[in-house]
């Protein structure tokens, strides 16, 4: 159950952007950062559920294409002033694979 999978290539991804993978659970986001590290979040912000995964990744950041939430990639919450946070999956990339383990 806490396996690692090979999801994608990192190529796959765009720089700045995400892809969607379908988990049991819903739809998970996984982003590429400038520096091509991978992180993966429910695709589900945690203000109304806008999906993340059309956001614009910045840094450790991405914008919630809804209502401009900020929202840090490596642990899920959301940016002071706003508060909350969506679950993380472990993501890692070797060989030039994305790796996802789903919490
Ligand atoms: S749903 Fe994401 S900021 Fe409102």
């Known amino acids: 159950m806490s ?3 090979s ?5 796959d991804i765009p ?12 739809p ?3 982003f590429r950062t400038a520096d091509d590290r ?8 945690p203000h ?6 059309q956001g614009i990744v910045a840094g450790d950041r991405v914008t919630c294409p809804l209502h401009g939430w900020l929202i840090g990639l490596e642990d899920g919450s959301a940016v002071a002033p706003d508060v909350g946070c969506v679950k993380r999956h472990e ?3 070797e060989a030039g ?7």
């Open 38 to 45: 991978v992180f993966a979040l429910d695709d589900r912000c």
């Open 15 to 26: 720089r700045l952007g995400s892809r969607v993978v379908e988990a049991a659970a819903g």
């Open 28 to 30: 998970i986001a996984l």
């Open 48 to 53: 109304k559920g806008g999906p993340l995964s």
């Open 3 to 5: 396996d690692w999978k």
């Open 91 to 93: 993501a890692r990339v």
């Open 97 to 103: 694979r994305v790796l996802l383990r789903i919490s």
């Open 7 to 11: 999801i994608c290539a990192l190529e």
